[in-house]
């Protein structure tokens, strides 16, 4: 690994976002998948949650890309994905036209954040409408009543980045992910074959210098040869 994307890898991981978070219910179209994942990446996100019942598990069509430094987590529904979101003191929030809708930008993102978003066909299900704490909407002057879901989940989490790049939560110097972390996301996406390896024997990923590169006894090295 270089030392320019050690560097780069070491910027984004400390810019990460781990209390503001998405999540998908049973949107299930590769591209749309996909696309979302990759406007998490680049606002920032460090994980999304998904709803997906074990009949409709499309993250293995998605892009591999985004998914290399997006965390996808998967519930099996919505109810669980909810609990566990509010458990670590989230409001969630649901795209939803209602009576009771405030205008997206209206919100504070500042605080720890999660947005469901609703499946292709039919929105966001009766039981997320009823567990979330606020539904928001797009205002559209058009003829057409809402947005592709990930254009919709671009256009929330860049209002959201807007907000909290203001109030300097980017700040490498305030990094939220955990150290443990940032050094396993660095030495597998550094060193991706040798991080496999250690993966299947059991052995703990050693060490990085300030250059990217491995420092590890000769003990590690010699299990890692074994086959």
Same mark, same amino acid.
């Given at each position: 690994?270089?030392?320019?994307?050690?560097?780069?890898? =070491?910027?984004?991981?400390?810019?990460?976002?781990? +209390? $503001?978070?998405?999540?998908?219910? *049973? #949107?299930?179209?590769?591209?749309?998948?996909?696309?979302?994942?990759?406007?998490?990446?680049?606002?920032?996100? %460090? !994980?999304?949650?998904?709803?997906?019942?074990?009949e409709m598990r499309t993250l293995s069509h998605t892009s591999a890309g985004a998914r290399n430094w997006?965390?996808? *987590?998967?519930?099996?529904?919505?109810?669980?994905?909810?609990?566990?979101?509010?458990?670590?003191?989230?409001?969630?929030?649901?795209?939803?036209?209602?009576?009771?809708?405030?205008?997206f930008r209206e919100i504070d993102y500042t605080k720890p954040t999660a947005i469901i978003l609703g499946?292709?066909?039919?929105?966001?299900?009766?039981?997320?409408?009823?567990?979330?704490?606020?539904?928001?909407?797009?205002?559209?002057? &058009?003829?057409?009543?809402?947005?592709?879901?990930?254009?919709?989940?671009?256009?929330?989490?860049?209002?959201?980045?807007?907000?909290? +790049?203001?109030?300097?939560?980017?700040?490498?110097?305030?990094?939220?992910?955990?150290?443990?972390?940032?050094?396993?996301? $660095?030495?597998?996406? &550094? %060193?991706? #074959?040798?991080? !496999?390896?250690?993966?299947?024997? &059991?052995?703990?990923?050693?060490? $990085?210098?300030?250059? &990217? =590169?491995?420092?590890?006894?000769?003990?590690?090295?010699?299990?890692? =040869?074994?086959?």
């Amino acid at each position: 690994m270089n030392i320019e994307r050690y560097q780069r890898i =070491q910027e984004v991981l400390k810019s990460r976002q781990t +209390d $503001l978070t998405l999540c998908l219910e *049973e #949107v299930h179209k590769p591209n749309n998948v996909s696309a979302v994942i990759r406007t998490a990446d680049a606002t920032g996100l %460090h !994980k999304v949650h998904a709803v997906w019942p074990h009949e409709m598990r499309t993250l293995s069509h998605t892009s591999a890309g985004a998914r290399n430094w997006v965390e996808v *987590e998967t519930h099996d529904s919505i109810a669980d994905a909810v609990k566990e979101l509010k458990a670590q003191g989230m409001q969630v929030l649901v795209t939803n036209l209602s009576d009771t809708a405030v205008d997206f930008r209206e919100i504070d993102y500042t605080k720890p954040t999660a947005i469901i978003l609703g499946s292709e066909k039919v929105g966001a299900s009766e039981q997320a409408k009823r567990l979330a704490d606020q539904d928001i909407i797009i205002p559209m002057i &058009g003829m057409v009543q809402s947005l592709n879901v990930s254009v919709a989940s671009a256009v929330i989490l860049y209002e959201a980045q807007r907000q909290r +790049d203001a109030a300097g939560m980017y700040d490498k110097e305030n990094s939220s992910l955990p150290e443990e972390v940032i050094h396993r996301t $660095l030495f597998e996406r &550094g %060193h991706p #074959v040798l991080a !496999k390896v250690a993966k299947r024997k &059991g052995l703990p990923y050693p060490p $990085l210098d300030d250059e &990217g =590169q491995i420092v590890a006894d000769e003990t590690w090295w010699k299990e890692m =040869q074994k086959k």
